[in-house]
């Protein structure tokens, strides 16, 4: 998680970029607060945004001005039983609200009542911990699979993912779908693109990073960013939201197991 505040008040617009995790936006602000537009439909403060870019691909914005918000990215085999839902979630926005009634109104309380982004962090993991253990969460052979797709940064082929679980393909496709809400290969697709747009946003040529991502050619990289960004490469590299990434989150999640610890806390201003 990451706490972010602007402290200054012109307005703020940045435009998202689709990612491996279901992403919280928690409203602490005080006024204007926070507006995620996408597909021209406007959710006024604190949303999740779910996996896969349907929402993205026309642009999707997080709008506002003197927003302070709280960022949080749950990988979604911890979403399904943070947030309550799954394959409703993909590709879509929705209010925090909507999914835990009033309770996203008290968390918003809590979180606003301190100014302390320690003592926020404190509370947000407090707060999922308890929803995490009190509900269920996803098989463990589908979560199994995401870790093993979020690790190889979607190089896996989901055939022999299948045959090392030891589920058919029909089985890991079905399970997976309906728990998750994206079918395998789209996962494996989503996650290797987030790998190639943090590559391009470094500074990377687009043909060294089709060939370190796992595409075939500097053409099927372009396909793949224009499917989820609706952008070329080049205005995907400049992308504000992919530049702040690295102050953010400075630690890669690809190198953690399934027993690390769930939370990352950093702050961003």
Same mark, same amino acid.
């Given at each position: ?9 012109? #307005? ?25 537009? %996408? ?21 999707? #914005? ?11 990215? /749950? ?13 409703? /979630? ?5 209010? /925090? ?8 109104? #008290?968390?918003?309380? #809590? ?70 809400? /994206? ?21 990377? %040529? ?5 060939? %370190? ?29 992919? %530049? ?26």
């Amino acid at each position: 998680m990451a706490g972010f505040r602007q402290r200054v008040p012109a #307005r703020m617009d940045i435009a998202m970029v689709a990612h491996p995790s279901v992403t919280v936006l928690v409203d602490l602000s005080e006024k204007d607060g926070l507006v995620h537009n %996408a597909h021209g439909r406007c959710e006024h403060g604190s949303v999740v945004v779910g996996l896969a870019p349907g929402d993205f691909r026309a642009g999707g #914005r997080v709008a506002g001005r003197g927003v302070e918000c709280l960022q949080i990215r /749950l990988s979604p085999v911890v979403a399904v039983a943070v947030l309550g839902a799954s394959t409703e /979630l993909g590709g879509t926005v929705v209010s /925090l609200e909507a999914l835990w009634g009033r309770d996203a109104g #008290r968390v918003e309380d #809590r979180l606003r009542a301190t100014a302390s982004w320690d003592e926020r962090f404190t509370i947000a993991v407090d707060v999922l911990r308890r929803r995490l253990d009190d509900r269920p969460s996803v098989d463990p052979e589908v979560a199994f699979a995401w870790w093993r797709m979020y690790t190889s940064q979607g190089r896996v082929r989901v055939g022999g993912l299948a045959d090392e679980m030891g589920w058919s393909r029909k089985r890991l496709w079905s399970r997976f779908r309906s728990q998750i809400g /994206l079918t395998p290969k789209r996962a494996t697709q989503l996650v290797r693109f987030d790998h190639a747009a943090h590559l391009l946003a470094a500074g990377n %040529a687009a043909a060294r990073v089709a060939a %370190a991502s796992g595409y075939v050619d500097q053409s099927h990289l372009h396909r793949e960013v224009k499917a989820f960004t609706g952008a070329t490469p080049t205005v995907l590299a400049a992308a504000p939201w992919l %530049a702040i990434d690295d102050v953010a989150w400075p630690t890669s999640f690809a190198d953690l197991t399934p027993s690390s610890r769930p939370f990352h806390q950093v702050r961003a201003k």
